[in-house]
């Protein structure tokens, strides 16, 4: 049997809050690596507090690829990703590191690692019915339709979410075949990078929980409000694009907007992230093949640089813990 020769590359997987800068960064201190961010909201400028952005210091002293590469009013879509990844990981395969990728957005690690099948074009005619339909039995009832048929996308779509629901449905209809089966059934072609997986999986959501809600907190009263005021006062923003669509951002818009108190917007926008979580850990189970470590019940330092140490074939070493503040 043949060896594998292909370059090397690592994925650091995790749901939001779960420590996976801090690990990254520390990994980069021992390994040979090149980061690359697989985030759906640090790819926009001006998304820094709300999308708990690494601060100027640490990107200064860790430089991530795709971060602040897209301007709010631009959408960029899970093929964008793709392109630009591996556009990435081959300049820093070319300089002789690994690639290490590092996110939440299960999205788009898989666009990257097995490819996005082709969708089917907008059907302006069938679009109008759908949404003279939606406009007679409301947008919950479509979500569930939909969620009936295509599970995955039940949960990663959120019922208020119109556009994806009337997406997801016009694909079905003009496909036969669900989102999930065409978003992931790849393009047949093996992946250039030979990867590790690791993922940050916390085993008790309370902890997770109440790490959000700090974050969240800490968010507020580093001025999130404030940034979104000036995403507001650009004039060209609206809620349906990506950007201002992202956790955090859509629940500021609309308490911005007089939806709500204080009180609400803040539970609201806690609720959100946590539902994120949610997401991001049930497709991680997904992940069979990943290396798992529950950020809750240690430092995961030392157990992921022996799995990266024995997959560079390198030799161990002991290293301090995480860096603090990141």
Not at 177 to 192: A, D, H, I
Request: hydrophobic fraction near 45%; aromatic fraction near 6%.
């Amino acid at each position: 049997m043949s060896l594998d020769q292909r370059p090397l590359a690592i994925f650091l997987m995790g749901p939001t809050a779960s420590g996976k800068t801090a690990l990254a960064c520390a990994l980069a201190d021992r390994f040979p690596v090149g980061l690359v961010s697989v985030d759906s909201a640090l790819v926009y400028r001006g998304l820094d507090i709300g999308s708990a952005k690494p601060d100027a210091a640490t990107l200064a002293r860790y430089p991530h690829d795709l971060i602040d590469i897209r301007d709010p009013a631009q959408p960029y879509s899970a093929a964008d990703f793709r392109i630009d990844a591996i556009a990435a990981m081959e300049r820093i395969s070319a300089q002789g590191r690994v690639p290490l990728l590092v996110g939440g957005t299960g999205l788009y690690f898989r666009a990257l690692q097995r490819g996005l099948s082709d969708l089917p074009d907008a059907d302006p005619a069938l679009r109008e019915r759908l949404a003279a339909e939606a406009s007679s039995i409301g947008w919950e009832a479509m979500h569930a339709r939909m969620a009936a048929l295509d599970p995955v996308a039940g949960a990663r779509i959120r019922p208020g979410d119109t556009q994806r629901i009337q997406r997801a449905l016009e694909v079905m209809s003009l496909s036969g075949r669900t989102l999930t089966e065409l978003q992931t059934g790849g393009s047949g072609v093996r992946f250039p990078w030979r990867v590790l997986k690791l993922a940050l999986l916390p085993v008790d959501r309370k902890e997770l929980h109440e790490r959000i809600a700090t974050r969240f907190d800490a968010m507020l009263a580093d001025g999130f409000l404030d940034e979104v005021r000036r995403l507001r006062d650009r004039g060209d923003l609206v809620p349906d694009l990506p950007a201002i669509r992202a956790v955090g951002y859509r629940q500021a818009w609309e308490y911005l907007d007089g939806q709500g108190d204080a009180t609400e917007f803040r539970n609201r926008g806690i609720y959100a992230t946590r539902q994120l979580a949610k997401r991001q850990i049930t497709w991680l189970r997904s992940e069979l093949d990943a290396r798992t470590f529950d950020p809750d019940r240690g430092d995961p330092l030392p157990e992921a640089e022996r799995a990266v140490a024995q997959f560079l074939g390198m030799p161990k070493a002991s290293r301090p813990a995480l860096p603090a503040g990141i």
